[in-house]
């Protein structure tokens, strides 16, 4: 199954893609790689989530937070494509989580971006290697930030 069809049959409607928030593009596709910038926890509100992980967030927040992340990404990945269907596979994913120094938890967080990733692209394709790191900040106390590398037909 594509994975535009898998977005239809898992109800999931897209945000519109997140614009930049400084000097740099959100995705660069060389070489039949896409590499995402950072992306973080917009709401289709355009409200941000904030906090820290450990603090005012628990885990369940947090992987809420990362989900919508993803659910940017894969916009940002669908508005310069054109299809979701172009994306070969997933190659890499690094997650960065604001939290306190006692916090431990970051990959469960993290876990919110890549679930959504391997029910959109399939076990194969979605999932990845990765790492999912804690930092004591991030812009604007967003609770996560996540960047990733697919490949592509481009």
């Known amino acids: ?14 945000p519109t893609a997140p614009k930049p928030m400084g ?9 039949g790689m896409a590499y995402l910038s950072g992306h973080g926890p917009l709401l289709s509100t355009g409200k941000l989530i904030t906090g820290r992980l450990g603090l005012d967030m628990d ?21 310069h494509l054109g299809s979701l269907d172009k994306v070969k596979r997933l190659v890499k994913l690094l997650g960065l989580v604001r939290s306190t120094d006692s916090f431990d938890q970051q990959p469960a967080v993290i876990n919110g971006c ?14 990845a290697a990765r790492s999912a790191l804690g930092t004591n900040a991030l812009p604007g106390t967003i609770a996560v930030e996540i960047e990733a590398i697919f490949e592509v037909d481009a």
């Open 59 to 79: 885990v369940e927040a947090g992987y809420e937070a990362a989900r919508v992340t993803g659910m940017g990404m894969l916009s940002t990945l669908q508005g």
């Open 23 to 31: 000097v740099y593009k959100p995705i660069v596709v060389s070489g």
């Open 114 to 127: 890549s679930e959504l990733f391997r029910d959109v692209f399939g076990e194969d394709a979605g999932v």
């Open 1 to 14: 199954m594509s994975a535009e069809a898998r977005l239809k049959e898992l109800g999931i409607e897209l």
